[in-house]
């Protein structure tokens, strides 16, 4: 079975550029998480969705944004890029069937290394 | 609201040493669950354990344990006679039943080094 991928790998972006994240989950998960991971604020959660909705929010500003695809593939983007916008950003599937949220093991992607400049 | 702290930044042991990672969770919910996970620096999140609130049994598998004691809401992680492939960031998390979803609360991670 596939794990999660995330696509690109790496990426190098300006100041004030926005940048887009690809995120496929497990086949049959229908859960996609995404996380921040700084040295200085270590691992974040940004949102999670679920059936193409979305279920959880942390705590980031407008610019993060999400969506979920009818094949539960996710897509993050940030806009108007800043410096501390540099991170590990991970991805991660989950089953998550309805009210089973806390049970749910995920499984995380590789990550995508975004590097603002 | 939610927290975990892991007040060990960093440790270094020598192979074959036993070493025990702390970890410190608060919540006001009474139903949760707790995990530890590895990170390599291959950078992908390996899950390790799952524990909820009602389960306080503690747990063996191979050279891993893990002592969960809601008393002093901990939740340590032990590794026996570690090895130099256990050398990663291990990160403890949090989730919350009330809250529906996958949410994870992590902590700070510990940062372990095994010398050969």
């Known amino acids: 079975k596939a794990g999660v991928t995330q696509t690109p790998r790496y990426l190098i972006k300006t100041r004030g550029q926005q940048v887009t994240l690809s995120c496929s989950p497990i086949s049959g998960h229908r859960s996609v998480s995404w996380y921040q991971q700084t040295p200085g604020q270590g691992l974040q959660f940004l949102f999670e969705?679920?059936?193409?909705?979305?279920?959880n929010k942390g705590n980031f500003p407008g610019r993060f944004s999400g969506r979920q695809f009818s094949n539960s593939r996710s897509e993050m983007n940030v806009s108007t890029l800043e410096l501390g916008d540099s991170a590990l950003y991970l991805c991660a599937s989950a089953r998550g069937g309805l009210g089973a949220g806390a049970y749910n093991e995920q499984f995380f992607g590789p990550g995508t290394r975004l590097t603002v400049l | 609201a939610q927290k975990v702290t892991q007040a060990q930044t960093e440790i270094s042991v020598v192979e074959k040493e036993d070493v025990t990672l702390d970890c410190v969770y608060e919540?006001?919910?009474?139903?949760?669950?707790l995990f530890w996970y590895k990170q390599p620096p291959s950078g992908e999140l390996v899950f390790l354990i799952r524990r909820n609130s009602f389960d306080e049994q503690n747990e063996i598998s191979g050279r891993y344990s893990w002592n969960f004691q809601k008393s002093t809401s901990s939740f340590n992680f032990t590794i026996t006679a570690s090895q130099v492939v256990d050398s990663a960031v291990y990160f403890c998390?949090?989730?919350?039943?009330?809250?529906?979803?996958?949410?994870?609360?992590f902590g700070g991670g510990t940062r372990l080094m095994v010398k050969p």
């Open positions: 969705y679920f059936s193409e909705t979305q279920r």
């Open positions: 919540t006001r919910d009474t139903t949760y669950y």
């Open positions: 998390a949090l989730s919350e039943e009330a809250r529906a979803g996958n949410m994870l609360t």
